[in-house]
């Protein structure tokens, strides 16, 4: 399982879109705080994989293609820690 | 924008998965429940144009399939007038 508090360190560039809670403040960005942490994984999985294209997703993309398989088990269980 | 009362009566084929209060009890499958609407939209879209696939995507495709843009827009909208 992913490391919260690694995935709060890791969480600051997540939050321009996301939200500094994991509540996004921009309708069209998901709210991020309390979802499951597999789900979120497999979100940030899939991204990656390419298997999400066109709109946000392009920007998305990007953000993952950075992250290591570490970071997104991180990054999930950060948000998935977190109250909706 | 979507109906409530009417996407609340198209989320007896969701609940199965998401949760009799868009709350979903498998980890793999999203909470829905005070999502923003925008982007339930957006992503049921996604699922609908094809720019989701792989995993469990494959089965929201089935799903969506049946689905009108009314449909989608009054789905989005119950979900994101439920509690987190």
Same mark, same amino acid.
């Given at each position: 399982?992913?490391?919260?508090? #690694?995935g #709060?360190?890791?969480? #600051?560039?997540? $939050?321009?879109?996301?939200? $500094?809670?994991?509540?996004?403040? *921009?309708?069209?960005?998901?709210?991020? !705080?309390?979802?499951? +942490? &597999?789900? =979120?994984?497999? #979100?940030?999985? !899939?991204?990656?994989?390419?298997?999400?294209s /066109? /709109?946000? +997703?392009?920007?998305?993309?990007?953000? *993952?293609?950075? =992250?290591?398989?570490?970071?997104?088990?991180? =990054?999930? !269980?950060?948000? /998935?820690?977190?109250? &909706?």
């Amino acid at each position: 399982d992913g490391d919260v508090d #690694a995935g #709060a360190q890791k969480a #600051a560039s997540c $939050a321009a879109c996301h939200g $500094a809670q994991g509540k996004s403040a *921009v309708p069209l960005y998901p709210s991020l !705080a309390g979802q499951h +942490a &597999p789900y =979120l994984l497999q #979100a940030l999985q !899939a991204y990656k994989k390419g298997n999400r294209s /066109g /709109g946000q +997703a392009e920007v998305m993309k990007a953000f *993952v293609a950075g =992250l290591s398989d570490k970071d997104m088990e991180d =990054l999930a !269980a950060y948000y /998935g820690s977190l109250k &909706p």
